[in-house]
């Protein structure tokens, strides 16, 4: 499956509707640490068909960024069934990532 981009006019759709955990990522294309992360969550979205995953930049969606309080980035937020059940921030290796979603 591959990477959705979420806004806050989708967010609703895309991530509380939803009918697999989804595996949201808060990123900046100026952020270094951002772009060490992208390869990792492109590869889980390839990998994973029970799981929805999406990208917010926060850039282009201050309002969900600040909703979630999302302070740092990268930071990782995993849903399921409508509600945010963990979260990381900073980079992180994919078995971490992985963990986060079981």
Not at 8 to 31: G, I, T
Not at 45 to 53: C, H, L, P, Q, S
């Amino acid at each position: 499956m591959s990477v959705i981009t979420v806004t806050k006019n989708n967010f609703e759709e895309e991530v509380l509707r939803s009918d697999k955990p989804v595996l949201l990522d808060f990123w900046a294309s100026w952020c270094g640490p951002c772009r060490m992360m992208s390869p990792i969550v492109d590869d889980i979205a390839a990998e994973r068909d029970d799981v929805k995953v999406g990208k917010v930049n926060v850039d282009d969606e201050p309002e969900l960024a600040n909703s979630f309080r999302i302070m740092s980035i990268p930071t990782l937020v995993v849903f399921k069934d409508g509600k945010a059940v963990s979260g990381s921030v900073g980079v992180r290796p994919k078995s971490e990532i992985l963990a986060m979603l079981k």
